[in-house]
DNA sequence: GACCTGCTAAACAAAT
DNA sequence: CATTTGTTTAGCAGGT
């Protein structure tokens, strides 16, 4: 017992898996509670920003994976293999041309470029471009992503010759790239058909998120190179980003598309109806954010979208210099892609070794590779999980790749990011789709070692919720954890004392003596209860939730390349969208239901206090002892057995009261 | 800085 | 007696 969590818990988990990526300083080292004599609380990897071998191995496999992740999908999805000629470049046609146009034979000599480009930029791309460089061969070495590539301030005369050098290096690596495109005839160079620049231009073959931090180099003027990639990157991406650009309408459907892959080429390949749908999306452009424009090295200020078009047309037209920014684009685009293959070929790596590894053998536990749908599923069902759309993506080699296309703006960055500190609140917070995260990345979490971003609390109900009954003993909900969730399967513990914990620590589960023992259930109301109110709007978790997209550690380039690659995949059109996925989680109704404004706003509408038996009737229980009522249940619980309904989205309508704190 | 929430550790008691 | 299950207290961290 407690001798043995001693032992066992040996910190390492948490130093390990809390500190991974260093990302939050969570410094697990707070178990110092018991202020155990060995706990080097100050050992921290964060505290010094420096981490171990261990933690950096970790560290690095949740960067592999998250790369991966996104990587495979896309292939999946036939998006980006270069080598997939059937790749759906039909639906592309439209907008190839300008692309093409731009990437076209007539490359630039460096010369050329350099009379195009403003000295600045040119500064700002040699920057750049270094800094790449500097990742693919710290990448290539193994060497950890260590320092961000700062670009040294050295000699500009020595920039200018890695300038040249470099940029002849990607003008062939970009030459090969299109002579690929041509063999597959994926594109057809048609220089001359340019007709709607400004529209077709940027999904075409810009990704425009990239262009700025190219063309700003490192120390954007106004803000931090991190910060400048973290907005980029969320802009497009209508969910998350309407975060922080509150500038962009709400409309922004979740047509984040304009994310182009992390290289041109799939985008150039099938620009799918995305494109257009910004195009028609009223007040929002790829290429303008923030009431700014996007254009790489531009940064003008636009009052409204039509300023912003003019000024489009005008200072960015179909020129030699627009054409030139935008192959320089396409360069950092092959560049990061060029790396992301580097990254998942060594996830692969990373998996196969540790697929190997005999450290957890687990019984309903499948290998890391996903096997066969799921026989694993032994009581508890998951009903979300069994629904999981497994057959959409299967990911070759790598297991921890699983389908996690569309998620929910705060959740999926949190669980992306990191498995440990950051996932705090971000299940209660946020949205709180916990079913709907669980059930799309249902895979991931099994598979993979990865802390999931869900307070316990959440995590138990779902256990239970999810349950025909409703109710679990304590060891079921055990097993739950570490049928659901790889990360539970260690250090067991520490996680299943806290699993007690929460239990007896929070009103909302209700333990109900059973002929069999007792079980335990959730008070929906308490449950909801004790959920902060608002979520929504509110400026501070959308800070959040975009903190939460910077993977610490990370530089900028790479989160850049991170956020890039995520995003596209929320497009992806046989990936799970919010929709199919309610439709495919009975019980994660609710949650999936409410995305948007999760529980709070339901509550907040109209809740009578202690509503009736409504919400209760999920939390009963069998043969249960009136006794567990008690205190909690005012109402009669036992209101019309109405178990058809799934009690989620009930609890939903049927919330609490919540008098003055729920409002929000 | 106070307060709240969440996590972990740990001591203890009661039930198995 | 060893475990498991529950309860409770405490310290720490992060967010509001």
Redesign the pocket.
């Known amino acids: 017992?407690?001798v043995e969590?001693?032992s066992e818990?040996i910190?390492s988990a948490?130093s390990g898996q809390n500190g991974v990526g260093g990302i939050?300083?969570?410094?697990?080292?707070?178990?110092?509670?018991?202020g155990?004599p060995g706990r080097d609380?100050t050992t921290g990897p964060d505290s010094n920003g420096e981490m171990s071998p261990a933690e950096l191995l970790h560290f690095q496999q949740q960067q592999a994976l998250q790369v991966a992740r996104q990587f495979l999908l896309q292939q999946a999805s036939g998006l980006s293999s270069p080598g997939n000629n059937d790749s759906k470049q039909s639906a592309s046609s439209v907008q190839v041309p300008v692309s093409v146009a731009m990437m076209s034979p007539q490359m630039l000599t460096p010369q050329q470029m350099q009379q195009i480009l403003s000295p600045p930029q040119l500064q700002a791309l040699l920057q750049q471009q270094q800094a790449l460089m500097l990742q693919q061969v710290s990448l290539a070495d193994g060497t950890p992503l260590g320092p961000p590539p700062r670009a040294p301030h050295q000699a500009l005369g020595n920039k200018q010759l890695a300038f040249q050098q470099q940029l002849l290096q990607m003008q062939q690596l970009q030459q090969q790239h299109l002579l690929n495109l041509q063999r597959q005839g994926l594109v057809s160079l048609q220089p001359g058909q340019a007709s709607g620049p400004l529209q077709t231009l940027p999904q075409a073959a810009v990704c425009p998120t990239d262009l700025p931090q190219l063309w700003k180099g490192e120390g954007a003027p106004g803000q931090p190179a991190e910060d400048s990639v973290k907005q980029e990157g969320l802009d497009l991406t209508g969910s998350a980003t309407t975060a922080t650009s509150f500038a962009a309408p709400p409309k922004v459907s979740p047509s984040l598309s304009h994310h182009t892959l992390p290289n041109g080429q799939p985008t150039v390949l099938t620009p799918r109806r995305d494109s257009s749908s910004h195009e028609e999306t009223p007040g929002s452009h790829p290429l303008y954010g923030h009431g700014e424009c996007k254009w790489p090295g531009c940064e003008t200020l636009c009052e409204d979208l039509g300023q912003f078009i003019k000024h489009l047309n005008t200072e960015h037209a179909l020129d030699d210099r627009s054409t030139a920014q935008c192959r320089v684009q396409m360069q950092v685009v092959q560049q990061l892609e060029i790396q992301l293959a580097k990254e998942s070929e060594r996830l692969q790596a990373m998996m196969a070794h540790l697929h190997m590894r005999p450290s957890e053998p687990k019984p309903f536990n499948q290998p890391l590779n996903p096997v066969p749908s799921s026989s694993s599923f032994s009581k508890v069902t998951v009903s979300a999980a069994d629904s999981f759309p497994d057959g959409l993506v299967h990911p070759p080699t790598s297991a921890a790749a699983p389908v996690t296309p569309l998620r929910p703006p705060g959740l999926s960055s949190a669980s992306l990011h990191s498995g440990g500190?950051a996932?705090?609140?971000s299940s209660?917070?946020f949205c709180s789709p916990i079913s709907s995260e669980l059930a799309q990345n249902h895979e991931f979490y099994k598979n993979a070692d990865v802390r999931p971003p869900f307070?316990?609390?959440s995590l138990i109900r779902q256990a239970i919720l999810e349950t025909p009954d409703r109710q679990l003993?304590?060891?079921e909900i055990?097993n739950w954890f570490t049928r659901m969730f790889a990360y539970f399967r260690r250090n067991t513990a520490?996680?299943k004392?806290?699993v007690?914990?929460?239990?007896?620590?929070h009103k909302c589960f209700v333990?109900v003596e059973n002929v069999k023992?007792?079980v335990?259930t959730v008070d929906e109301r308490e449950y909801q209860k004790?959920?902060?109110p608002k979520m929504t709007g509110s400026p501070?978790?959308v800070?959040?939730m975009i903190s939460g997209l910077s993977y610490g550690a990370l530089n900028a380039s790479y989160q850049a390349a991170l956020a890039e690659s995520s995003f596209p995949l929320l497009n992806s059109p046989g990936m799970l969208n919010p929709g199919s996925a309610s439709s495919l989680l009975p019980l994660s109704h609710e949650d999936v239901g409410a995305p948007v404004e999760p529980l709070p706003s339901n509550g907040s509408s109209s809740p009578p206090r202690l509503s009736p038996p409504q919400y209760s009737h999920q939390v009963q229980v069998k043969e249960e002892p009136a006794e567990a009522e008690e205190d909690r249940r005012p109402g009669p619980p036992l209101g019309p057995p109405n178990p058809s309904t799934a009690g989620p989205p009930e609890d939903r309508d049927l919330e609490e009261e919540l008098p003055g704190e729920e409002l929000s």
């Open positions: 017992m407690m969590s001693a818990t910190r948490p939050s300083g969570q410094a697990d080292g707070g178990g110092g509670g018991g155990g609380s500190p996932r705090r609140r209660d917070k307070t316990y609390a003993t304590l060891n055990y520490t996680w004392n806290a007690r914990h929460n239990l007896s620590l333990r023992g007792a335990w004790r959920r902060p501070t978790l800070k959040n």
